[in-house]
T-cell receptor
Framework: DAGITQSPRHKVTETGTPVTLRCHQTENHRYMYWYRQDPGHGLRLIHYSYGVKDTDKGEVSDGYSVSRSKTEDFLLTLESATSSQTSVYFC?????????????FGPGTRLTVL | KNQVEQSPQSLIILEGKNCTLQCNYTVSPFSNLRWYKQDTGRGPVSLTIMTFSENTKSNGRYTATLDADTKQSSLHITASQLSDSASYICVVSSNNAGNMLTFGGGTRLMVKP
C-alpha cells in the first residue's frame, strides 16, 4: 500500500463520542487526503493537506476536522460522531504536481457509529 | 457539477471470458483519467492512467480506452481470472489546486470458475 498505514483498521463507537483516525506515510509526499467510501457513492473527499499545518476542505467536510503537525502524519477527527459517519475511511498520498498526479491509497479504516 | 458515471454496476462472468466496463464523465477542466482496482477490504490500486492526448493504455490483460470528444472511457479485461474479482473504479482528475479527483461509483466484477 505504497508506504501508507492507517489506524485503527476497525472501530466501533457510540453516537456523540469523539473519534480520531490516523494516517501515517513513509513516502515523504507533500499531499495527503482523507476520503470516505459509502455504498452507492464514489469515494468522496473530506479534507486534504498540502503541507505541514496547511489543510483545506473537500466535498463532505461538515462534522470533520483534520490536523497535520508532521509531514508523515495526517489526523482525521470526528468531534462528536453521528450514525451518518459510519463509513470506510481511506487516506491517500500524492504530489499533485505534473499531469500524472498519482494518488496512492491506504488500506482503509472501517468505522461504525452506533 | 463534476460527475463520473459507470456501467454496469455489477457484472458476473465466467473465468477465461472477456468483459468491458464503461465510464462516462463530465469533469472540467480535464487532466487525466485513471482506472483503479479495489479488492474487497483494500484500498484502490491504480491500473492505468491516460492524459487528454492518449486514447489507449494497456497494463497486462487490462486495456483502457479514452475518447475525450465524447467523454467516455472503457476498461477491457481479457481472459479473465478469478483474481480479477474486484470493484473497478473510474476516476477523473481535474486541473485544479490540490489534484482533485472525481470518482465513479465503481463496477463490481465477479469472475466465476
Amino acid at each position: 500500500d505504497a508506504g501508507i498505514t492507517q489506524s485503527p483498521r476497525h472501530k466501533v463507537t457510540e453516537t456523540g463520542t469523539p473519534v480520531t483516525l490516523r494516517c501515517h506515510q513513509t513516502e515523504n509526499h507533500r499531499y495527503m487526503y482523507w476520503y470516505r467510501q459509502d455504498p452507492g457513492h464514489g469515494l468522496r473527499l473530506i479534507h486534504y493537506s498540502y503541507g505541514v499545518k496547511d489543510t483545506d476542505k473537500g466535498e463532505v467536510s461538515d462534522g470533520y476536522s483534520v490536523s497535520r503537525s508532521k509531514t508523515e502524519d495526517f489526523l482525521l477527527t470526528l468531534e462528536s460522531a453521528t450514525s451518518s459517519q459510519t463509513s470506510v475511511y481511506f487516506c491517500a498520498i500524492g504530489e499533485a504536481s505534473g499531469i500524472l498526479n498519482e494518488q496512492f491509497f491506504g488500506p482503509g479504516t472501517r468505522l461504525t457509529v452506533l | 457539477k463534476n460527475q463520473v458515471e459507470q456501467s454496469p454496476q455489477s457484472l458476473i462472468i465466467l473465468e477465461g471470458k472477456n468483459c468491458t466496463l464503461q465510464c462516462n464523465y463530465t469533469v472540467s477542466p480535464f487532466s487525466n483519467l485513471r482506472w483503479y482496482k479495489q479488492d474487497t477490504g483494500r484500498g484502490p490500486v491504480s491500473l492505468t492512467i491516460m492524459t487528454f492526448s492518449e486514447n489507449t493504455k494497456s497494463n497486462g490483460r487490462y486495456t483502457a480506452t479514452l475518447d475525450a470528444d465524447t467523454k467516455q472511457s472503457s476498461l477491457h479485461i481479457t481472459a479473465s481470472q478469478l483474481s480479477d474479482s474486484a470493484s473497478y473504479i473510474c476516476v477523473v482528475s481535474s486541473n485544479n489546486a490540490g489534484n482533485m479527483l472525481t470518482f465513479g461509483g465503481g463496477t463490481r466484477l465477479m469472475v466465476k470458475p
